[in-house]
T-cell receptor, first 112, second 113 residues
C-alpha cells in the first residue's frame, strides 16, 4: 500500500505526559502537512513541510507542539505536557506540487 | 472567522436521486477548491477539485461547479448510492505555492435506500 501511513492509530495518555505521532507520506511527495480535527469541525491546519524545511506553523501550534521531518521523509509531531484540550484526531497529509493533498487515517488522541 | 462555510450540517437523499452539497467562501484569495469525503474513524479521502479558472469539473458521478462572483461552489452526485453516505468537506487554498487548506465544517450525507 503506498498511501499515507500514520502511527499509532489511537493513543490514550494521562494529562501532563508527552506523546509523539509518526507520519509516513507517499514516497514521491515532497510536501507534508499536519492538521487537527475536533468533533463537529473540519480539519484545521497546524504546520507544513516542503522536503525537510518547515515552512509555516499555525498559531494553533503552541510551544508545547513540535514537528520535524528529518531528511524530508517521515515526520513526527510531538506534544509535550498534554492537556485535555489536546484531545483530537491528528491528521497527516502529503502532496506533490501541492495540488491535491492525500490524507492518512489519522491518530486519535485522548488525554485523560 | 469561518472562511469556508458549509451551512447544511446534514442532508438526506433517496438512492438514485441527485445529491447537491453546497459551500460558500469569503476569502477572495482562494484559488483552488477541493471536496473530501470522510468515513468515521478514517482520514479524509480526496474526491474532486476545481481551479478558479474553471466553472465546472466532472469525474464520473461527481461534478463540482464554481461560481466565483458568488463565492459559491457545489458538489453534485448523481445517481446517489448508499456508499456515498459520509461526511463531505469543502476545502480551499490560495494560489499555487500556498497549499494550506482551509476546510468547512462538513455536511453529513445520508443516502436512503
Amino acid at each position: 500500500d503506498t498511501g499515507v501511513s500514520q502511527n499509532p492509530r489511537h493513543k490514550i495518555t494521562k494529562r501532563g505526559q508527552n506523546v509523539t505521532f509518526r507520519c509516513d507520506p507517499i514516497s514521491e511527495h515532497n510536501r507534508l502537512y499536519w492538521y487537527r480535527q475536533t468533533l463537529g469541525q473540519g480539519p484545521e491546519f497546524l504546520t507544513y513541510f516542503q522536503n525537510e524545511a518547515q515552512l509555516e506553523k499555525s498559531r494553533l501550534l503552541s510551544d508545547r507542539f513540535s514537528a520535524e521531518r528529518p531528511k524530508g521523509s517521515f515526520s513526527t509531531l510531538e506534544i509535550q505536557r498534554t492537556e485535555q484540550g489536546d484531545s483530537a484526531m491528528y491528521l497527516c497529509a502529503s502532496s506533490l506540487l501541492g495540488i491535491e493533498a492525500f490524507f492518512g487515517q489519522g491518530t486519535r488522541l485522548t488525554v485523560v | 472567522d469561518q472562511q469556508v462555510k458549509q451551512n447544511s450540517p446534514s442532508l438526506s437523499v433517496q438512492e438514485g436521486r441527485i445529491s447537491i452539497l453546497n459551500c460558500d467562501y469569503t476569502n477572495s484569495m482562494f484559488d483552488y477548491f477541493l471536496w473530501y469525503k470522510k468515513y468515521p474513524a478514517e482520514g479524509p479521502t480526496f474526491l474532486i477539485s476545481i481551479s478558479s479558472i474553471k466553472d465546472k469539473n466532472e469525474d464520473g458521478r461527481f461534478t463540482v461547479f464554481l461560481n466565483k462572483s458568488a463565492k459559491h461552489l457545489s458538489l453534485h452526485i448523481v445517481p446517489s448510492q448508499p456508499g456515498d453516505s459520509a461526511v463531505y468537506f469543502c476545502a480551499a487554498h490560495p494560489n499555487f505555492g500556498n497549499e494550506k487548506l482551509t476546510f468547512g465544517t462538513g455536511t453529513r450525507l445520508t443516502i436512503i435506500p
